[in-house]
Protein backbone atom coordinates (compact mmCIF):
# COMPACT_ATOMS: atom_id res chain seq x y z
CA UNK A 1 0.00 0.00 0.00
CA UNK A 2 1.28 3.26 -1.07
CA UNK A 3 2.36 5.81 2.05
CA UNK A 4 0.39 8.55 3.09
CA UNK A 5 2.55 11.79 3.05
CA UNK A 6 1.06 14.06 5.34
CA UNK A 7 1.53 18.39 5.54
CA UNK A 8 5.26 18.80 6.84
CA UNK A 9 6.16 18.55 10.14
CA UNK A 10 7.65 21.69 11.97
CA UNK A 11 10.82 20.59 11.61
CA UNK A 12 10.60 19.40 7.80
CA UNK A 13 9.24 23.22 7.82
CA UNK A 14 12.33 24.47 9.98
CA UNK A 15 14.37 23.08 8.31
CA UNK A 16 13.38 24.44 4.55
CA UNK A 17 12.75 28.36 6.07
CA UNK A 18 16.77 27.95 7.52
CA UNK A 19 17.66 26.44 3.95
CA UNK A 20 15.72 29.68 2.22
CA UNK A 21 17.36 32.15 4.95
CA UNK A 22 20.64 30.42 4.11
CA UNK A 23 20.24 30.69 0.33
CA UNK A 24 19.08 34.33 0.84
CA UNK A 25 22.05 35.32 2.49
CA UNK A 26 24.20 33.80 -0.08
CA UNK A 27 22.88 36.25 -2.73
CA UNK A 28 22.63 39.18 -0.55
CA UNK A 29 26.04 38.89 1.08
CA UNK A 30 27.85 37.88 -1.93
CA UNK A 31 26.42 40.60 -3.87
CA UNK A 32 27.07 43.13 -1.11
CA UNK A 33 29.16 41.73 2.14
CA UNK A 34 27.91 45.36 3.88
CA UNK A 35 24.29 43.91 3.68
CA UNK A 36 22.40 43.80 6.83
CA UNK A 37 20.38 41.14 8.45
CA UNK A 38 16.93 43.09 7.26
CA UNK A 39 18.12 42.44 3.86
CA UNK A 40 18.55 38.78 4.05
CA UNK A 41 15.04 38.34 5.99
CA UNK A 42 13.19 40.15 3.03
CA UNK A 43 15.03 38.74 0.37
CA UNK A 44 13.91 35.23 1.72
CA UNK A 45 10.26 36.20 2.47
CA UNK A 46 10.61 35.80 6.34
CA UNK A 47 10.55 38.04 9.49
CA UNK A 48 13.75 39.66 11.01
CA UNK A 49 12.70 36.91 14.29
CA UNK A 50 12.76 33.49 11.74
CA UNK A 51 16.51 35.13 11.05
CA UNK A 52 17.45 36.04 14.86
CA UNK A 53 16.04 32.61 16.21
CA UNK A 54 18.46 30.45 13.78
CA UNK A 55 21.31 33.02 13.86
CA UNK A 56 22.45 35.21 16.73
CA UNK A 57 24.04 37.59 14.86
CA UNK A 58 25.72 38.63 11.19
CA UNK A 59 28.64 37.14 11.61
CA UNK A 60 26.99 34.06 13.40
CA UNK A 61 25.00 33.71 9.61
CA UNK A 62 28.43 34.43 7.60
CA UNK A 63 30.48 31.94 9.50
CA UNK A 64 27.29 29.28 9.08
CA UNK A 65 27.25 30.18 5.09
CA UNK A 66 31.00 30.05 4.67
CA UNK A 67 31.35 26.75 6.83
CA UNK A 68 28.60 25.06 4.92
CA UNK A 69 30.73 25.83 1.46
CA UNK A 70 33.99 24.35 3.26
CA UNK A 71 31.67 21.18 3.88
CA UNK A 72 30.73 21.19 0.09
CA UNK A 73 34.15 21.73 -0.68
CA UNK A 74 35.19 18.24 0.93
CA UNK A 75 32.74 16.36 -0.28
CA UNK A 76 33.40 17.65 -3.86
CA UNK A 77 37.28 16.61 -3.15
CA UNK A 78 35.88 13.06 -1.50
CA UNK A 79 33.81 12.53 -4.99
CA UNK A 80 36.88 12.80 -7.00
CA UNK A 81 39.02 10.77 -5.43
CA UNK A 82 36.62 8.28 -5.59
CA UNK A 83 37.35 8.34 -9.62
CA UNK A 84 39.91 5.49 -11.05
CA UNK A 85 41.34 8.33 -13.34
CA UNK A 86 42.85 11.08 -11.63
CA UNK A 87 42.11 13.80 -14.04
CA UNK A 88 38.65 12.80 -14.31
CA UNK A 89 38.80 13.19 -10.11
CA UNK A 90 39.88 16.17 -10.56
CA UNK A 91 38.03 17.96 -12.89
CA UNK A 92 34.93 16.92 -11.40
CA UNK A 93 35.67 18.25 -8.00
CA UNK A 94 36.50 21.16 -10.13
CA UNK A 95 33.45 21.45 -11.45
CA UNK A 96 31.34 20.16 -8.79
CA UNK A 97 32.80 23.55 -6.82
CA UNK A 98 32.38 25.87 -9.71
CA UNK A 99 28.59 24.53 -11.04
CA UNK A 100 28.11 25.03 -6.76
CA UNK A 101 29.36 28.30 -6.84
CA UNK A 102 31.37 27.56 -3.68
CA UNK A 103 34.20 30.09 -3.92
CA UNK A 104 31.92 33.20 -4.01
CA UNK A 105 32.19 33.11 -0.16
CA UNK A 106 35.96 33.23 -0.68
CA UNK A 107 36.23 35.93 -2.74
CA UNK A 108 33.89 38.01 -1.57
CA UNK A 109 33.52 37.21 2.01
CA UNK A 110 36.69 36.06 3.25
CA UNK A 111 37.63 38.65 6.44
CA UNK A 112 34.39 39.44 7.00
CA UNK A 113 34.38 37.78 10.03
CA UNK A 114 36.59 35.67 12.57
CA UNK A 115 36.73 31.56 11.76
CA UNK A 116 35.70 29.19 14.31
CA UNK A 117 38.51 26.19 15.39
CA UNK A 118 36.16 24.00 13.45
CA UNK A 119 35.98 25.88 10.35
CA UNK A 120 39.73 25.61 10.95
CA UNK A 121 40.18 22.03 10.92
CA UNK A 122 37.43 21.63 7.72
CA UNK A 123 39.79 24.01 5.96
CA UNK A 124 43.01 21.84 7.10
CA UNK A 125 40.64 18.95 5.77
CA UNK A 126 39.99 20.58 2.32
CA UNK A 127 43.47 21.21 1.92
CA UNK A 128 45.10 17.82 2.37
CA UNK A 129 42.20 16.43 0.19
CA UNK A 130 42.84 19.09 -2.50
CA UNK A 131 46.72 18.35 -2.52
CA UNK A 132 45.78 14.54 -2.65
CA UNK A 133 43.70 15.03 -6.00
CA UNK A 134 46.91 17.11 -7.41
CA UNK A 135 49.29 14.20 -5.91
CA UNK A 136 47.39 11.73 -7.97
CA UNK A 137 47.44 14.03 -11.29
CA UNK A 138 51.28 14.29 -10.69
CA UNK A 139 51.58 10.73 -10.13
CA UNK A 140 50.07 9.97 -13.38
CA UNK A 141 52.55 12.37 -14.94
CA UNK A 142 49.43 14.36 -16.15
CA UNK A 143 50.19 17.87 -14.78
CA UNK A 144 51.89 20.63 -15.95
CA UNK A 145 55.43 21.33 -14.83
CA UNK A 146 55.68 23.81 -12.17
CA UNK A 147 51.63 23.66 -11.06
CA UNK A 148 50.94 23.16 -7.56
CA UNK A 149 47.49 22.29 -5.63
CA UNK A 150 47.61 26.06 -4.48
CA UNK A 151 46.76 27.08 -8.55
CA UNK A 152 43.40 25.45 -8.33
CA UNK A 153 42.40 27.70 -5.55
CA UNK A 154 43.06 29.99 -7.85
CA UNK A 155 41.31 28.46 -10.62
CA UNK A 156 38.14 28.75 -8.49
CA UNK A 157 38.59 32.12 -7.44
CA UNK A 158 39.00 33.55 -11.52
CA UNK A 159 35.91 31.33 -12.32
CA UNK A 160 33.87 33.05 -9.02
CA UNK A 161 34.98 36.13 -10.21
CA UNK A 162 33.11 35.99 -13.33
CA UNK A 163 29.56 37.69 -12.47
CA UNK A 164 26.94 38.82 -15.12
CA UNK A 165 23.21 40.25 -14.50
CA UNK A 166 21.69 36.48 -15.85
CA UNK A 167 22.66 34.31 -13.72
CA UNK A 168 22.45 31.07 -16.88
CA UNK A 169 24.76 33.28 -18.75
CA UNK A 170 27.34 33.30 -15.51
CA UNK A 171 26.87 29.78 -15.25
CA UNK A 172 27.96 29.16 -18.78
CA UNK A 173 30.47 31.64 -19.14
CA UNK A 174 32.27 29.95 -15.85
CA UNK A 175 32.21 26.25 -17.13
CA UNK A 176 33.74 27.58 -20.66
CA UNK A 177 36.36 29.45 -18.36
CA UNK A 178 37.02 26.65 -15.72
CA UNK A 179 37.52 24.60 -19.35
CA UNK A 180 40.42 27.10 -20.48
CA UNK A 181 41.54 27.03 -17.44
CA UNK A 182 42.49 23.16 -16.61
CA UNK A 183 43.84 22.81 -20.13
CA UNK A 184 46.64 24.84 -19.10
CA UNK A 185 46.89 23.07 -16.20
CA UNK A 186 46.58 19.45 -16.81
CA UNK A 187 48.61 18.23 -19.99
CA UNK A 188 47.50 15.65 -22.70
CA UNK A 189 43.78 17.55 -22.31
CA UNK A 190 41.96 17.56 -25.80
CA UNK A 191 42.76 21.15 -26.51
CA UNK A 192 41.94 20.68 -30.26
CA UNK A 193 38.10 19.70 -28.95
CA UNK A 194 35.62 22.39 -28.60
CA UNK A 195 34.68 24.77 -25.86
CA UNK A 196 31.65 24.71 -23.73
CA UNK A 197 29.11 27.22 -24.58
CA UNK A 198 28.80 30.37 -26.98
CA UNK A 199 31.84 32.90 -26.53
CA UNK A 200 31.53 35.86 -24.72
CA UNK A 201 30.24 38.68 -27.05
CA UNK A 202 31.44 41.92 -27.76
CA UNK A 203 31.08 44.12 -24.54
CA UNK A 204 29.62 41.29 -22.53
CA UNK A 205 31.98 41.99 -20.11
CA UNK A 206 31.19 45.26 -19.82
CA UNK A 207 28.27 45.65 -18.58
CA UNK A 208 29.08 46.96 -14.78
CA UNK A 209 30.13 50.50 -16.68
CA UNK A 210 26.47 51.27 -18.00
CA UNK A 211 24.78 53.31 -15.98
CA UNK A 212 21.27 52.54 -15.83
CA UNK A 213 18.79 55.39 -16.78
CA UNK A 214 18.01 58.62 -14.15
Known amino acids: MAETVGPPTASRRGAGSDQAILDAAKRVFVDDPRATVAAVANRAGVGMSA ?7 KEELLRRLCHDGLLRYIDEA ?46 MRAGALANELVDRVRAAGRLRAGAV ?4 GF ?4 CAAIRLPDPDRTAALR ?40
Open 51 to 57: VYRRYAS
Open 78 to 123: ERGLVEADPVEGLTRFVTGLVEADVHSLTVYLGGTFTPTEEMGHSA
Open 149 to 152: AEDV
Open 155 to 158: ILEA
Open 175 to 214: RRVLTLLLDGFVTGRDVAAALPEPAPEPGESAWRWRRSPP
